[in-house]
């Protein structure tokens, strides 16, 4: 009755993915992954050797190659780390990182090199002994685990998700990154076939996280 199972939570900017993937990994002792950490993480890595996205793919892939990643976990959370070292939050959520993160991840290369690694944590998870793993993105129903246990798609209508996103005193074009993640060629942001859709407009954290701990326990 036990069964590992992967739960993919997928969509836009600032529709609750974190709060309410934390929070449903930590009530079921899952394992939880940010995959936006990664993209957020190899755009600032990048940017900090000088590399802007107009420099092109080939410059991209040329960078990406003495990039060497690893997991640190911290309680219910797993972690990328960059050559063994902690990159903290506060230098993945600049505004120079929201403005450029959407274009390296549109790059094929960049999701080639990260896809791998992002497959890898349903082991790790395993191996630590969590109960499941908890996956939240924008591919991870589609692309990295579309034989999820349980996939759900969060949504909320842009004027919501602009007002949470000003709330936590963030300047963030979500509505262009959103653009950017939906028209691009590889791994666009889509509803998941066979997932559930969760329209979180008019619903408060507690209530998402509820009505997901139960699609959960029904899966
Ligand atoms: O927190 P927020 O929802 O604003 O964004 P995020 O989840 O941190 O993701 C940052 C960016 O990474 C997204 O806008 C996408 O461009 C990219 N991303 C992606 O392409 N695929 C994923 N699975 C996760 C994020
Ligand atoms: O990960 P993602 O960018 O999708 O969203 P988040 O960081 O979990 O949530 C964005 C903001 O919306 C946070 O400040 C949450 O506290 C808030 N939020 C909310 O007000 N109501 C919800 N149902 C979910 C999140």
Same mark, same amino acid.
């Given at each position: 009755s036990m069964k590992f199972k992967?739960?993919?939570? !997928?969509?836009?900017?600032?529709v609750g993915k974190s709060s309410v993937s934390k929070e449903c990994a930590k009530t079921l002792n899952y394992m939880h992954v940010d995959t936006g950490s990664h993209y957020r993480t190899i755009a600032y890595i990048l940017l900090d050797k000088g590399i802007a996205p107009s420099l092109g793919e080939d410059a991209v892939s040329q960078a990406l190659k003495g990039v060497e990643i690893s997991t640190l976990i911290f309680g219910n959370s797993a972690r990328m780390s960059v050559g063994g070292k902690e990159i903290e939050d506060s230098l993945i959520r600049t505004d120079k990182?929201?403005?450029?993160?959407?274009?390296?991840?549109?790059m094929p290369q960049v999701r080639e090199f990260l896809k791998g690694y992002q497959r890898s944590m349903e082991g790790v998870a395993k191996e630590k002994n969590f109960a499941?793993?908890?996956?939240?993105?924008?591919?991870?129903?589609s692309v990295i685990f579309p034989n999820a246990e349980i996939k759900i798609f969060l949504d909320a209508d842009e004027e919501t998700r602009r007002k949470r996103r000003a709330n936590e005193g963030?300047? !963030?074009?979500?509505s262009k990154r959103d653009a950017l993640d939906k028209n691009r060629k590889t791994a666009p942001l889509?509803?998941?076939e066979g997932s559930v859709l969760i329209d979180t407009s008019n619903m408060?954290?507690?209530e998402v996280i509820a009505k997901t701990l139960a699609l959960i326990a029904e899966a």
């Open positions: 992967t739960v993919a939570i !997928d969509g836009g900017a600032a990182v929201n403005q450029n993160v959407s274009l390296f991840a549109a499941g793993l908890v996956m939240e993105g924008r591919d991870i129903g963030i300047s !963030d074009s979500i889509v509803r998941p408060s954290k507690e």
